[in-house]
């Protein structure tokens, strides 16, 4: 199979590096997760940042929240397969120790670390450590004298503010996230900030919810965005185990045809033609069993032999049901023709005969 075709986008943004993870400037979107585990527990967390990384993040966001955090992620740092993101609360001082630490980026949130020679201290600490910084934003943290703007222009004007302060040291190192939960809000804010400043921007629909409706929120925002240009690496906030949140990130690159990882796999919903064949259970079983395939290829489920392969056409491989049998196809064209129960297998063995794969 052909590799398959990524969407161009416009280059909207400069680029910056969090370790040697580039972002932005047309580089691909990186995907980010967060540990859910206490970071002192090192153990655990280390465990939790390769499954990460397994699952394909490219970074990993760990919670600096205090001195005894601080010294776990210490070790952490030097155990990880992937660079890592400290992530600031409200106390300044674990940014300069993060940094110090080997932190790939610190993300902080200057809106809550207090005065602005606090975030100027965190910057100086980059500079002097090579380390980049999330200068990030939310709805929440909004300064005061903002308050009285729309709630879009208020993510921006504040955002704006802390991009100037660092521009204004010549620290350029940034990224930036403008989060809210509201769709409509997070997307014009992005819109918006993108027409001031071409730093690189973090995505993220924040507090999404869980694995579903979170899933469709993140893919409702970034839809709007990234085919524009418009982000460059994500995240997708699900009220889940995090590990979850990378397939998702995955199938919304991948719809976007943006960044591809593992096949695709396509199905009808199925109706009275499918004569008995159980397509759902089918698509569900041939999705259970590419998992461990990397390559991005299509592959169809489809309930008959009337429409299945003529819609499908598109797909790589494919089965059609039939009453006690069933169709392999490719590309639309049959390959075999098999009993109900040989289906699954039929079509596994046709997978592993391209030696392209
Ligand atoms: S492919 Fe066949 S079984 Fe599936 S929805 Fe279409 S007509 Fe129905």
């Known amino acids: 199979m052909a590799e398959a075709a990524l969407r161009e986008r416009p280059v909207t943004s400069r680029q910056i590096k969090v370790g040697d993870v580039p972002i932005g400037g047309g580089a691909q979107v990186a995907v980010q997760s967060m540990t859910n585990t206490m970071t002192y527990d090192v153990e655990a967390t280390v465990q939790q940042v390769y499954d990460l990384n397994a699952a394909g993040a490219d970074l990993v966001r760990i919670s600096v929240n205090g001195s005894k955090a601080l010294k776990g992620f210490r070790e952490v740092v030097w ?77 921006v004007a504040s955002a704006l503010h802390k991009v100037e302060i660092a521009e204004e040291m010549d620290f350029f190192d940034f990224k930036v996230s403008l989060k809210a939960s509201h769709v409509p809000e997070m997307v014009e804010a992005n819109k918006k900030f993108r027409e001031y400043s071409d730093a690189p921007l973090h995505l993220g629909v924040t507090e999404a919810g869980t694995k579903l409706p979170g899933a469709i929120k993140s893919a409702a925002a970034l839809g709007q965005l990234l085919p524009y240009g418009i982000g460059d690496t994500i995240r997708i906030s699900l009220a889940e185990d995090p590990v979850e949140e990378i397939p998702v990130a995955y199938h919304i690159l991948s719809a976007l045809d943006l960044r591809h990882r593992g096949p695709n796999v396509i199905a009808c919903p199925s109706c009275a033609r499918t004569l008995g064949f159980d397509v759902i259970g089918m698509a569900a079983k041939v999705e259970e069993g590419l998992k461990p395939f990397e390559d991005h290829f299509t592959v169809a489920v489809m309930g008959c032999v009337v429409n299945g392969p003529g819609e499908a056409r598109d797909a790589d491989y494919g089965v059609a049901g039939g009453k006690d049998d069933g169709v392999i196809f490719s590309k639309g064209q049959p390959l075999r023709k098999v009993g109900r129960d040989e289906i699954y297998d039929a079509l596994f063995e046709e997978i592993a005969k391209d030696d392209r794969k």
């Not at 999330?134 to 993510?155: H, T």
């Open 79 to 155: 155990r990880s397969p992937v660079p890592l993101i400290a992530d600031i609360h409200f106390d300044y001082r674990m940014a300069l120790g993060a940094a110090d630490a080997g932190a790939a980026c610190v993300r902080i949130n200057p809106g809550n670390v207090g005065s602005d020679d606090r975030y100027r201290r965190v910057i100086e600490k980059c500079q002097e450590t090579g380390t980049a910084m999330r200068i990030g934003v939310n709805s929440g943290s909004v300064e005061k004298r903002f308050w009285d703007l729309p709630k879009a222009e208020a993510l």
